[in-house]
């Protein structure tokens, strides 16, 4: 499994394509304007996108979705809590920058927790991790080593609270039993910003110490 990491919109939110040969493609979040980096590798590698996972609804992770439906065809999977955000996307427009617009996404498959879904090859578990969104989700890659964790936790941060729906003592007990629990090698790969690992975390977060 090939690990493509695409930021953009207009705050650098990744983007993470994840390909293998003679695999359908899946993407884990869909910034604005992505989908042209992710159709150049899907052309140079000659594979199609199959499936599209949003780690959470809010905008940044969300804005380019449709686009990338209409062009590729691609499943969409989320979670439900998040469903006020990504079908009626209208209710983020105070938090959107000057001159964005959103169209509603269809989402075909609501997440579970403890899932296991197949892709590229490989197989990831869907664990919920609310408190910066209450539908953040990540996909762990235990055979890789790796997490895609949306904006749950940063290379040295977290992901913030203030907004609607936000519970710091919430996302704090989703890091402490969601990802702290994994193996402290796990490569952690967030929503923002550069990767970092579950080891690291723990001993160096300032928000989220080690208990």
């Not at 209409?70 to 009626?88: K, Y």
């Not at 007990?173 to 970092?196: K, M, N």
Request: with cysteine.
């Amino acid at each position: 499994m090939k690990l493509h990491i695409l930021p953009a919109g207009p705050i650098a939110t990744n983007a993470y394509l994840l390909t293998a040969p003679g695999r359908a493609a899946v993407l884990i979040d869909a910034p604005g304007g992505v989908w042209e980096a992710v159709r150049g590798i899907l052309e140079a590698e000659k594979c199609r996108l199959g499936e599209l996972w949003l780690t959470h609804g809010h905008w940044d992770h969300t804005l380019g979705g449709p686009e990338i439906v209409r062009a590729s065809g691609a499943t969409v999977r989320a979670h439900a809590a998040d469903r006020p955000l990504i079908e009626t996307p209208d209710v983020m427009k105070a938090f959107l920058p000057p001159g964005l617009s959103l169209e509603p996404l269809t989402v075909d498959h609501w997440l579970v927790p403890g899932e296991r879904i197949a892709a590229v090859g490989s197989e990831a578990e869907v664990r919920h991790v609310p408190g910066h969104c209450p539908g953040n989700v990540l996909f762990y890659f235990e055979k890789e080593g790796v997490v895609l964790v949306g904006d749950a936790l940063f290379n040295g941060s977290i992901g913030r609270t203030d907004l609607p729906g936000g519970d710091f003592a919430q996302l704090e007990r989703s890091i402490r039993s969601q990802i702290y629990t994994l193996p402290d090698a796990t490569v952690v790969y967030p929503g923002h910003g550069p990767e970092t690992t579950v080891g690291a975390e723990k001993a160096n977060n300032p928000y989220v110490p080690q208990a």
